[in-house]
């Protein structure tokens, strides 16, 4: 672990310190969705109070602004754990830019009855800024299948933002994020990397201790070399 502590906005700050708060840091033995093992998890489904929402949007809302600007129109939250993040962050960022801002949803399967279709929340029409919003970025599995459903809406992606970045290769072995961009034209933000998150976190007291032990810190580093060997 370097000696370098980053310097964390007062949002990134906030939202690492809750996920250590709420356990959402979690050690173990996982299985990703893109089917690799990891030792460690984030579980943002953990943030579950009113005001653990508020801290998911106003980090995502920063990150968003900072990296596409003031212009952006809907913002897409991939079902299931997209949803609420989609949510916050709509609120937080219509918030910063003072104008109304849109959120939607995708169904896992689309519903034949009622108001129909797969599309939950703002309707997305062509030329429209829209932004997705996603917990992590492993190998970018989640955010592929998100520009496959909104690409035939003819709807501008301008980017996505995620809460952590978990620094790991993509499929053809190249940093997730530049395969992303490379492959599908998707500018992907993170809130922050795993890397930051660690050194952040290894530095911050905790009752009388760190918040992140020097164990578990070595544990998501080992990783990261084994995936980068």
């Known amino acids: 672990m370097s000696d370098a502590v980053p310097e964390l906005s007062p949002a990134q700050a906030a939202l690492l310190a809750l996920l250590v708060e709420r356990e959402a840091l979690c050690f173990g033995d996982f299985v990703l969705k893109s089917g690799r093992r990891s030792p460690y998890f984030i579980n943002l489904g953990r943030l579950c109070q009113g005001g653990d929402l508020a801290v998911l949007g106003r980090a995502y809302a920063e990150t968003l602004r900072?990296?596409?600007?003031d212009g952006i129109d809907a913002i897409f939250g991939p079902a299931y754990k997209g949803i609420p993040l989609a949510l916050a962050a709509a609120a937080a960022y219509q918030e910063?830019?003072?104008?109304?801002v849109g959120w939607a949803f995708d169904r896992k399967e689309a519903k034949a009855h009622g108001d129909g279709g797969w599309l939950v929340g703002q309707p997305l029409s062509a030329g429209q800024r829209v932004a997705i919003v996603d917990d992590v970025l492993t190998a970018g599995t989640a955010l592929r299948e998100a520009l496959a459903k909104l690409r035939p809406l003819a709807v501008r992606v301008v980017g996505a933002?995620?809460?952590i970045d978990r620094e790991e290769p993509g499929s053809a072995g190249r940093p997730a994020r530049e395969e992303l961009m490379a492959q599908e034209g998707l500018p992907v933000a993170a809130i922050v990397g795993i890397r930051a998150a660690c050194a952040w976190l290894a530095a911050r007291p905790r009752g009388g201790r760190c918040a992140l032990?020097?164990?578990d810190a070595a544990r998501i580093l080992a990783h990261l070399a084994a995936q980068q060997a």
Do not use: M, S
């Open 161 to 163: 933002v995620v809460a």
């Open 96 to 100: 910063l830019v003072g104008r109304p």
């Open 213 to 215: 032990a020097a164990e």
């Open 66 to 69: 900072a990296a596409y600007g």
